[in-house]
């Protein structure tokens, strides 16, 4: 019963209080175990030793005043010496005797060792009397040999007395010795019994609960909020259980809340989504799908049983329109751009058209230092009526266009017979009136030109007639196409074309149309009397075409649009359509090539568009 107080008083004690504790009962255990050996030691080494130095001295008191006996014998046995002699000799042994039965008075230490000792003293007394009548006289009595054994007898019983007293005192030491032996081991082995307790007991006492605080704390980690700590007591530890738990049981009624929220929100927005007119579908970032609307499916033609959980490269393999949906996120290959070029479809005797966007979802890191890719959602978007008010349009501006062209050719054939000598000379004001009109005609020219061939680009019309020819001539005669206008700005053109490329597969007409847009604007923007770079060299499979200048540069901003149609620079003072390169890059993407420009403000552009080799 107490010492189950006595542990559930332990157990409301601080971690602090508890190791203080622990560490004053070793340092008093280890106090203890000093000071009664201390003790026992001190006690036997004094006792022992006073003890032994007493009886050892009145062991020497008793030899000397027997051999002080002896020598009076012998001084009274001798009958060849001078009285004179025998007197100065027995004085001697006399005072020796008598030095050593002082000094063994004042050493009595055993029992019964005062009485003889005192018998001893009055036997010495009357024996000295006897002796010195003896030696007056001459004469020794049989009494003085009594007497003289008896003085023996009492020194040898002193003697004996005071060995039997060291053996005593000997043994007695072995004893205590062995007690405090005795006692040394039971003391030892019980402060190692609880050496060994306190040891098993402190680590785990302490470790434990940490252990199960970094296990606990990983399950919080991996959103198991049921994680609990079963740590009882009211010491630190278990105000740390206690908080901890706390903690964990307000994470997970925050979790359920959230999951509430989270499903809540989850049915709403699969609800929009399928109830939106735009085809739907998303996907992980390992390309799997999560989701796919009822508007996608019914342009599919597939059951979404079928669709979701599955790889969008294996959906590709089985379903061609879906391959065309997803080939930029299946080749990693996403455009800057989100809207991408329409699709097509054919259902029901009708060509229908989608816009596809791609949206790559990204999500904040943890540790705020960037975004993660999550996924993509692809939006079908049906512009079918836009798509056919735009070919309306085009249409339109190509029969336009047409029309345009039988006027701009009278105009053209009315200018040649004015010029021609046969009719009548003109003078200078009318030629250079002419020049002028020339000048308006082919640039009118060239803007029909251009429509004709967006218009025909937007109807699908495009014919691209490939032959293999040599890429220096390609450049060559894109040369010969702006030589008027390098020599009005007196601007100059290197060169680096390597004598060892191979002939490519390209359709010569347009491609050099391409090259002669890259060098026209170059010239348009370069300063006169500057330089105008051409590089053509074989790169991983196909033959790359730059035109460098070092005119005013284009914005980021504008660098996005620069392939649009009828996109212009918002400080562009210059004259044109805005089609030529948008032109330029449905030439150069329907023969199998891609186009890009590079361009800093201030530093001048980069044109460059490469064909497979």
């Given at each position: 019963?107490?010492?189950?107080?006595?542990?559930?008083?332990?157990?409301?004690?601080?971690?602090?209080?508890?190791?203080?504790?622990?560490?004053?009962?070793?340092?008093?255990?280890?106090?203890?175990?000093?000071?009664?050996?201390?003790?026992?030691?001190?006690?036997?080494?004094?006792?022992?030793?006073?003890?032994?130095?007493?009886?050892?001295?009145?062991?020497?008191?008793?030899?000397?005043?027997?051999?002080?006996?002896?020598?009076?014998?012998?001084?009274?046995?001798?009958?060849?010496?001078?009285?004179?002699?025998?007197?100065?000799?027995?004085?001697?042994?006399?005072?020796?005797?008598?030095?050593?039965?002082?000094?063994?008075?004042?050493?009595?230490?055993?029992?019964?060792?005062?009485?003889?000792?005192?018998?001893?003293?009055?036997?010495?007394?009357?024996?000295?009397?006897?002796?010195?009548?003896?030696?007056?006289?001459?004469?020794?009595?049989?009494?003085?040999?009594?007497?003289?054994?008896?003085?023996?007898?009492?020194?040898?019983?002193?003697?004996?007395?005071?060995?039997?007293?060291?053996?005593?005192?000997?043994?007695?030491?072995?004893?205590?010795?062995?007690?405090?032996?005795?006692?040394?081991?039971?003391?030892?082995?019980?402060?190692?019994?609880?050496?060994?307790?306190?040891?098993?007991?402190?680590?785990?006492?302490?470790?434990?609960?940490?252990?199960?605080?970094?296990?606990?704390?990983?399950?919080?980690?991996?959103?198991?909020?049921?994680?609990?700590?079963?740590?009882?007591?009211?010491?630190?530890?278990?105000?740390?259980?206690?908080?901890?738990?706390?903690?964990?049981?307000?994470?997970?009624?925050?979790?359920?809340?959230?999951?509430?929220?989270?499903?809540?929100?989850?049915?709403?927005?699969?609800?929009?989504?399928?109830?939106?007119?735009?085809?739907?579908?998303?996907?992980?970032?390992?390309?799997?799908?999560?989701?796919?609307?009822?508007?996608?499916?019914?342009?599919?033609?597939?059951?979404?049983?079928?669709?979701?959980?599955?790889?969008?490269?294996?959906?590709?393999?089985?379903?061609?329109?879906?391959?065309?949906?997803?080939?930029?996120?299946?080749?990693?290959?996403?455009?800057?751009?989100?809207?991408?070029?329409?699709?097509?479809?054919?259902?029901?005797?009708?060509?229908?058209?989608?816009?596809?966007?791609?949206?790559?979802?990204?999500?904040?890191?943890?540790?705020?230092?960037?975004?993660?890719?999550?996924?993509?959602?692809?939006?079908?978007?049906?512009?079918?009526?836009?798509?056919?008010?735009?070919?309306?349009?085009?249409?339109?501006?190509?029969?336009?266009?047409?029309?345009?062209?039988?006027?701009?050719?009278?105009?053209?054939?009315?200018?040649?017979?004015?010029?021609?000598?046969?009719?009548?000379?003109?003078?200078?004001?009318?030629?250079?009136?002419?020049?002028?009109?020339?000048?308006?005609?082919?640039?009118?020219?060239?803007?029909?030109?251009?429509?004709?061939?967006?218009?025909?680009?937007?109807?699908?019309?495009?014919?691209?007639?490939?032959?293999?020819?040599?890429?220096?001539?390609?450049?060559?005669?894109?040369?010969?196409?702006?030589?008027?206008?390098?020599?009005?700005?007196?601007?100059?053109?290197?060169?680096?074309?390597?004598?060892?490329?191979?002939?490519?597969?390209?359709?010569?007409?347009?491609?050099?149309?391409?090259?002669?847009?890259?060098?026209?604007?170059?010239?348009?923007?370069?300063?006169?009397?500057?330089?105008?770079?051409?590089?053509?060299?074989?790169?991983?499979?196909?033959?790359?075409?730059?035109?460098?200048?070092?005119?005013?540069?284009?914005?980021?901003?504008?660098?996005?649009?620069?392939?649009?149609?009828?996109?212009?620079?918002?400080?562009?003072?210059?004259?044109?359509?805005?089609?030529?390169?948008?032109?330029?890059?449905?030439?150069?993407?329907?023969?199998?090539?891609?186009?890009?420009?590079?361009?800093?403000?201030?530093?001048?552009?980069?044109?460059?568009?490469?064909l497979p080799a």
């Amino acid at each position: 019963m107490r010492i189950a107080v006595i542990l559930k008083y332990l157990q409301r004690l601080k971690l602090k209080t508890k190791i203080r504790l622990a560490l004053a009962i070793l340092f008093g255990m280890v106090f203890v175990f000093g000071l009664v050996g201390s003790h026992y030691l001190d006690q036997t080494t004094r006792n022992s030793v006073a003890m032994l130095e007493n009886n050892q001295r009145t062991i020497k008191y008793t030899r000397e005043m027997s051999l002080a006996m002896t020598k009076l014998i012998n001084i009274a046995a001798i009958d060849k010496t001078t009285p004179s002699f025998k007197r100065t000799q027995s004085e001697r042994a006399f005072a020796k005797f008598e030095r050593n039965l002082k000094l063994q008075l004042a050493n009595v230490t055993e029992d019964k060792e005062g009485d003889v000792t005192k018998q001893l003293q009055e036997a010495y007394q009357g024996f000295k009397e006897q002796f010195q009548a003896s030696l007056d006289s001459k004469e020794f009595s049989p009494v003085f040999i009594i007497q003289t054994d008896y003085i023996q007898d009492l020194l040898k019983e002193v003697y004996e007395m005071n060995e039997a007293s060291i053996r005593k005192r000997t043994e007695e030491a072995n004893q205590l010795a062995n007690r405090i032996t005795l006692i040394t081991i039971i003391l030892s082995f019980a402060f190692f019994i609880i050496a060994m307790l306190a040891m098993f007991y402190f680590p785990d006492y302490i470790a434990n609960p940490v252990i199960q605080l970094t296990d606990s704390i990983k399950q919080i980690a991996r959103k198991n909020y049921s994680q609990r700590l079963n740590i009882h007591t009211d010491d630190e530890f278990g105000e740390m259980a206690r908080s901890f738990n706390t903690m964990a049981e307000k994470l997970e009624e925050y979790e359920s809340i959230n999951v509430h929220q989270v499903v809540s929100e989850k049915r709403r927005i699969e609800t929009i989504i399928g109830r939106m007119n735009e085809a739907i579908i998303g996907m992980d970032n390992n390309q799997i799908i999560l989701f796919v609307n009822p508007r996608a499916l019914e342009l599919m033609g597939l059951e979404e049983v079928n669709v979701v959980g599955k790889r969008a490269a294996e959906l590709g393999r089985k379903n061609d329109f879906w391959a065309e949906i997803v080939k930029e996120v299946v080749s990693g290959e996403i455009p800057e751009t989100s809207s991408q070029t329409a699709l097509t479809i054919d259902r029901d005797g009708k060509r229908y058209y989608y816009n596809k966007d791609i949206l790559k979802v990204e999500s904040q890191d943890s540790d705020d230092r960037g975004k993660t890719s999550v996924g993509y959602v692809i939006i079908l978007k049906n512009i079918t009526e836009l798509k056919e008010q735009d070919l309306a349009k085009t249409n339109f501006m190509a029969t336009l266009s047409h029309e345009l062209k039988t006027p701009i050719s009278a105009i053209d054939m009315s200018l040649n017979l004015l010029e021609d000598d046969r009719l009548g000379g003109l003078n200078e004001d009318q030629k250079d009136l002419a020049h002028t009109i020339r000048q308006n005609a082919g640039r009118l020219l060239k803007m029909v030109n251009e429509i004709l061939d967006i218009s025909k680009i937007e109807t699908g019309n495009v014919q691209i007639s490939t032959e293999e020819a040599p890429p220096e001539a390609v450049v060559l005669r894109a040369l010969q196409n702006v030589k008027t206008f390098l020599s009005e700005k007196e601007i100059q053109v290197v060169q680096n074309i390597p004598d060892d490329l191979p002939n490519i597969k390209m359709d010569v007409p347009k491609t050099t149309g391409v090259l002669v847009n890259f060098l026209t604007n170059a010239i348009r923007y370069s300063a006169p009397m500057s330089a105008i770079e051409i590089e053509v060299f074989r790169e991983n499979g196909s033959v790359q075409f730059s035109v460098k200048d070092n005119g005013p540069g284009i914005s980021p901003e504008d660098l996005k649009k620069v392939f649009n149609r009828y996109h212009r620079a918002k400080d562009d003072k210059t004259k044109g359509t805005g089609l030529g390169l948008a032109i330029s890059k449905e030439f150069i993407e329907a023969q199998g090539g891609k186009i890009w420009v590079k361009s800093e403000v201030g530093k001048g552009s980069v044109f460059s568009f490469a064909l497979p080799a």
